[in-house]
T-cell receptor, first 114, second 114 residues
Framework: AQSVTQPDIHITVSEGASLELRCNYS??????LFWYVQSPGQGLQLLLK??????LVQGIKGFEAEFKRSQSSFNLRKPSVHWSDAAEYFC????????????FGAGTRLFVKA | DADVTQTPRNRITKTGKRIMLECSQT?????MYWYRQDPGLGLRLIYY???????NKGEISDGYSVSRQAQAKFSLSLESAIPNQTALYFC?????????????FGPGTRLTVL
C-alpha cells in the first residue's frame, strides 16, 4: 500500500541553523512528491514539488528538497532557519491511479529557538 | 479575497446534531476535496470530486456525506455528529490541467462535537 512516513514528530532548531526534515515514501511507480507548510491557524501552502527532471528542487521561502529514488526519500532542507519558519510541514505523494489523489504524511512540527 | 473559503471557521455542536461545512472557491478548479486533520495523523481524505457529477469516497468517508452544488461549491455534512468527529476540516481544490495536481487549501474549520 502507498504510504508516506515522516519519522520526526517535532524538531527544534536554533534560528540561523540549518534544517533537514525527513520524508520516506512507499509507492511502486514514479512518484509525484510535494512538501506543504501549515502555519498556525492557516491552511496548507505548497512549498515545492517534484515530478521529473532534476532531483534537487527549489521552492519558496528558501527551501529545497532532494529526491533520492534509491532511498525512497524526499527530504526538505533549508540552510538557515528563520523564526517565521516555525510551522508544521507535510510531505505528500501524488498517485495517478485512474484519477489523481494525494497521500499526506503525519507532519513534522518545527520549533525555532532564538 | 481568499481563493478558497470555508464556513464556519469554528463550530461547537452536540452529539447527534446534523452539521454542514461549506466550501467555496474562486479559482475555477474542477477538483475539490475534503480532508480532516487530527494530531499525529496528518490529513486524511474524506471525499473528493473531480467535477460536478463525480463524487468519490476517500479513506474515511463513514459518517460523512458531500454535495457538489456547483463547480465552485462543495459541502460536507455530518448527518449525526459524534465526538470522534472532533477535528480540523480542510477543503482543497486543484486544477486537472496540471499533471502534478497542486492543491490549494482553505483556512480550515475547527469542529468540536460535545
Amino acid at each position: 500500500a502507498q504510504s508516506v512516513t515522516q519519522p520526526d514528530i517535532h524538531i527544534t532548531v536554533s534560528e540561523g541553523a540549518s534544517l533537514e526534515l525527513r520524508c520516506n515514501y512507499s509507492y511502486g511507480a514514479t512518484p509525484y512528491l510535494f512538501w506543504y507548510v501549515q502555519s498556525p491557524g492557516q491552511g496548507l501552502q505548497l512549498l515545492l514539488k517534484y515530478f521529473s527532471g532534476d532531483t534537487l528542487v527549489q521552492g519558496i521561502k528558501g527551501f529545497e528538497a532532494e529526491f533520492k529514488r534509491s532511498q525512497s526519500s524526499f527530504n526538505l532542507r533549508k540552510p538557515s532557519v528563520h523564526w517565521s519558519d516555525a510551522a508544521e510541514y507535510f510531505c505528500a505523494v501524488g498517485l495517478n491511479t485512474g484519477g489523481f489523489k494525494t497521500i499526506f504524511g503525519a507532519g513534522t512540527r518545527l520549533f525555532v529557538k532564538a | 479575497d481568499a481563493d478558497v473559503t470555508q464556513t464556519p471557521r469554528n463550530r461547537i455542536t452536540k452529539t447527534g446534531k446534523r452539521i454542514m461545512l461549506e466550501c467555496s472557491q474562486t479559482k475555477g478548479h474542477d477538483r475539490m476535496y475534503w480532508y480532516r486533520q487530527d494530531p499525529g495523523l496528518g490529513l486524511r481524505l474524506i471525499y473528493y470530486s473531480f467535477d460536478v457529477k463525480d463524487i468519490n469516497k476517500g479513506e474515511i468517508s463513514d459518517g460523512y456525506s458531500v454535495s457538489r452544488q456547483a463547480q465552485a461549491k462543495f459541502s460536507l455534512s455530518l448527518e449525526s455528529a459524534i465526538p470522534n468527529q472532533t477535528a480540523l476540516y480542510f477543503c482543497a481544490t486543484s486544477d486537472r490541467t496540471y499533471i502534478t495536481d497542486t492543491q490549494y487549501f482553505g483556512p480550515g474549520t475547527r469542529l468540536t462535537v460535545l
